[in-house]
């Protein structure tokens, strides 16, 4: 049972353009959520991270927006830039350092 | 400041095989974690220290799974009687408390594990 879902494993976006990655959740005691992105061969590095008392987190051209009620979550990228290219993953946790992840989410930035 | 470290980046062993895989976390970061990371999913915890004790071991799959950090610092991974279904990328993370979801875990670059 997955308790943190990226139902798309890839997106595609035009440089200079808006990225949008999403993610579900079933557990209601999350109330920590992080986004980390990966490049090859390197391990996830921290990008953003947002608590359930908000709705909104921004940070530079990366905002993550969190919906409790639908149980989803989202980071947009805006401008996206080729160095965006990577795989985002998101992960969530409920008061302690476990994390739960899901599957990522593959970003082309197209020129 | 160097990240954490982990090595060998790559090992292939043959099944049934004993694997030692290392970590060298932030210095200064008492809380260390281990996950494995298998091809098309995210991270899935096997272990956290807090110092030099197994704070949570919970996630690790079997008792051939088992990890040490006998000083604080460096932990070893280690895997007996390999099977092939092992095969996966072996990352490391420290923070530095740990105890909390906020307290930002660094990554290592990983261990990929190939078990033939």
């Known amino acids: 049972d997955q308790q943190v879902k990226q139902n798309s494993p890839s997106l595609s976006v035009q440089e200079g353009r808006i990225s949008i990655l999403n993610c579900d959740y079933t557990?209601?005691?999350?109330?920590?959520f992080l986004w980390y992105k990966k490049y090859p061969a390197e391990g996830p590095t921290f990008l953003i991270s947002?608590?359930?008392i908000k709705d909104k987190n921004e940070d530079g051209r990366f905002t993550v927006f969190l919906n409790k009620s639908a149980k989803h979550l989202s980071l947009h990228i805006v401008p996206s830039q080729p160095g965006d290219s990577a795989v985002y993953f998101c992960?969530?946790?409920?008061?302690?350092?476990?994390?739960?992840w899901g599957a990522g989410t593959k970003l082309i930035i197209k020129p | 400041g160097a990240g954490v470290s982990q090595t060998p980046s790559n090992k292939v062993t043959e099944k049934g095989k004993y694997v030692e895989l290392r970590c060298d976390p932030i210095?200064?970061?008492?809380?260390l974690y281990w996950y494995r990371q298998s091809l098309g999913q995210g991270p899935e915890f096997l272990i956290y220290?807090?110092?030099?004790?197994?704070?949570?071991d919970s996630g690790l799959p079997n008792d051939r799974f088992f990890a040490v950090r006998p000083e604080g610092s460096v932990s070893t991974l280690k895997i007996q009687r390999t099977e092939r279904g092992d095969s996966a990328v072996y990352l490391c993370?420290?923070?530095?408390?740990?105890?909390?979801?906020?307290?930002?875990?660094?990554f290592g670059p990983g261990t990929r594990l190939t078990v033939l």
């Open positions: 993370a420290s923070s530095p408390s740990g105890g909390d979801d906020s307290d930002t875990q660094y």
């Open positions: 210095s200064g970061h008492t809380a």
């Open positions: 220290f807090q110092g030099t004790g197994a704070a949570d």
């Open positions: 557990n209601s005691m999350f109330d920590y």
């Open positions: 947002i608590s359930s």
């Open positions: 992960a969530a946790g409920d008061s302690n350092y476990q994390l739960i």
